[in-house]
Each structure stands twice: as C-alpha cells, then as structure tokens.
C-alpha cells in the first residue's frame, strides 16, 4: 500500500519492502 503512495512505478511484487524501507528514510 505504501509503494502505491510512493507512485513507484514498479509493482508491488516486483520490489521488495527493503527499497521502500530506504525511500521512506
């Protein structure tokens, strides 16, 4: 859910909550 707010354009699937965890940082 929080990829999506990101507006990451990879799925969900396709990255893993490490590289979100990094963005959000």
Do not use: C, F, I, N
Not at 1 to 24: E, H, I
Request: hydrophobic share 30%.
């Amino acid at each position: 859910m929080a990829r999506y707010k990101l507006g990451d354009p990879k799925p969900p699937g396709s990255a893993p909550v490490v590289s979100v965890s990094q963005l959000t940082q």
